[in-house]
């Protein structure tokens, strides 16, 4: 068995103000190329009839620049369950690996509501094609914050919805970075991000920039679009020399109930884009803060 390969044609708005493709693109490439293969496969009804992303990983290697070279997903089966299964992803760009990608999936009756078993064309498309070499995936710390952390409000809009009508597993990545920027501003204001219109000048404590390095979410339940907000919360979980991990929450502040968790490990970056210390004042307040269960 081979793995299946898509190449992605990069577009200027992927870039976030820091010069390299967003890290939510990241999924979105993903998405798109597991799209494609559903789709010109023998198990179409994968994607036509759907799936729900239970969870995912990532893991950023190296920033992606701007090029008109297309970045290429590779990507197979790691494990098939009755109603589940695992994929991985090794994303490049210019003939080097920049991620990692792994997600659980289940096939989904959106009618009944309610996960559905794989059947066996789906079974046998899914295992016509691997990866090799996967590696164990190291867990990151979990909390359940229970609304705890710095409170986003955080408002759906139409094109965030998918063709299930419910808002899409990419879009809340992009749901958890607005919620990451603000709380992380909120506690710190060195860690404003560029093009904030504030935050430390060149040469001065806490000018750098920050990376995502790692990411994990788990989709707990589907989001609709609708007119009131849900709330993000989100806090540290463990503070490092040269990074945090911080957990998010997004709740439906109707019944408190819990829609989204992630973790995300968020790295310190110095002018040359190494790994640099975090600011003193940056580690105090992160550690003033710290959440665990």
Not at 95 to 101: A, N, P, S, Y
Not at 169 to 186: F, G, K, P, S
Not at 204 to 218: L, M
Not at 272 to 287: C, E, H, N, V, W
């Amino acid at each position: 068995m081979a793995s299946f390969t898509v190449d992605i044609p990069l577009r200027w708005s992927d870039l976030d103000p820091q010069g390299h493709i967003n890290n939510v693109m990241t999924v979105d490439f993903t998405q798109e190329a597991r799209a494609r293969f559903m789709m010109e496969s023998d198990a179409p009804q994968l994607l036509i009839d759907g799936c729900v992303m239970v969870s995912q990983q990532v893991e950023y290697l190296r920033p992606v620049r701007y090029s008109d070279e297309p970045l290429r997903v590779e990507f197979g089966t790691v494990e098939i369950r009755s109603a589940r299964f695992i994929m991985g992803y090794r994303i490049w760009h210019e003939g080097r690996l920049c991620g990692r990608v792994r997600t659980s999936m289940c096939p989904f009756d959106f009618d009944a509501q309610r996960l559905r078993p794989l059947d066996a064309a789906e079974r046998a498309t899914l295992s016509g094609i691997a990866i090799e070499g996967e590696k164990r995936w190291r867990p990151l710390p979990k909390a359940r914050l229970g609304g705890r952390g710095e409170p986003t409000e955080l408002f759906a809009r139409w094109s965030d919805q998918d063709r299930y009508g419910h808002v899409n597993n990419v879009r809340i990545l992009d749901w958890i970075q607005q919620a990451r920027i603000e709380a992380t501003t909120a506690i710190d204001p060195l860690m404003a991000r560029a093009g904030m219109g504030r935050g430390p000048e060149p040469g001065e404590e806490g000018a750098g920039g920050w990376a995502v390095a790692r990411q994990e979410v788990d989709y707990v339940e589907q989001m609709a679009w609708r007119t009131e907000p849900y709330m993000g919360y989100t806090a540290p979980l463990r503070v490092g020399t040269t990074s945090v991990t911080l957990g998010c929450e997004i709740v439906d502040p109707r019944d408190a109930s819990v829609r989204i968790r992630s973790r995300t490990v968020l790295v310190r970056t110095g002018a040359d884009g190494r790994p640099a210390p975090l600011p003193s004042s940056t580690a105090r307040a992160m550690r003033a803060r710290l959440v665990a269960d």
